[in-house]
């Protein structure tokens, strides 16, 4: 069955980075996309971006372009979010998502990476 | 970007009420919305796809209706399982694919 193991929870300081993953099996690896999907506390939740799992292309929502990067290795079936420049208001849970049904429809779901920017 | 608005911010029923949530685009998306279901500490779940189409799995009492920039979420017949939080969410051919505020669900 598809499953979608991300990294445990990271503790970072403003201005350090973070790479979180989502290891995947279960399916093509190829074949699907993998989204990034973000929610701060008490907030809805927010699309971070999208990476083409076959070719690497990639697709960032503009709020965060320029400071987030989406890879993927082949090789290990795993996803990578980066983001630098971390801010307080960074903090937040972060899951990869992986769509069925067409993209933007999400079906499978990571359990999700707490990142927390603190001083 | 599409924003999405989501009424009420948050109810209370009974179980066995019916239970609906208002979903308003600020554009015209056809059918091109989600619905969720997230309980505390849990992934989002896919409840509904093109704004009425069942996710496989997901019990019967769970429905959407809409298109254009107004949909509607019902659960008909409330279980003590559906405490959650459900957000709706568009999808189109151009990101970024945004979400409602949420819906806090209690009994």
């Known amino acids: 069955q598809v499953q979608l193991v991300q990294s445990g929870a990271e503790v970072k300081k403003p201005g350090a980075s973070v790479m979180l993953s989502c290891k995947t099996s279960g399916y093509m690896f190829a074949t699907y996309y993998m989204d990034w999907v973000r929610q701060a506390p008490g907030q809805r939740l927010e699309w971070m971006g999208t990476i083409n799992a076959g070719g690497g292309g990639t697709s960032y929502a503009q709020k965060f372009q320029g400071r987030v990067t989406m890879t993927r290795d082949t090789s290990t079936r795993t996803h990578y979010l980066e983001m630098t420049s971390l801010k307080f208001e960074d903090t937040a849970v972060y899951y990869c998502?992986?769509?069925?049904?067409?993209?933007?429809?999400?079906?499978?779901w990571g359990q999700g990476t707490q990142v927390t920017v603190s001083s | 970007d599409i924003q999405m608005t989501q009424s009420p911010s948050s109810l209370s029923a009974s179980v066995g009420d019916r239970v609906t949530i208002s979903c308003q685009a600020s554009h015209d998306i056809s059918n091109y919305l989600n619905w969720y279901q997230q309980k505390p500490g849990r992934a989002p779940k896919l409840l509904i796809y093109d704004a009425s189409n069942l996710e496989t799995g997901v019990p019967s009492r769970f429905s959407g209706s809409g298109s254009g920039t107004d949909f509607t979420f019902t659960i008909s017949g409330l279980q003590p399982e559906d405490v959650a939080t459900y957000y709706c969410q568009h999808f189109d051919n151009l990101p970024p694919y945004t979400f409602g505020q949420g819906t806090q669900l209690d009994i």
């Open positions: 998502a992986r769509a069925v049904r067409g993209l933007g429809i999400w079906s499978y």
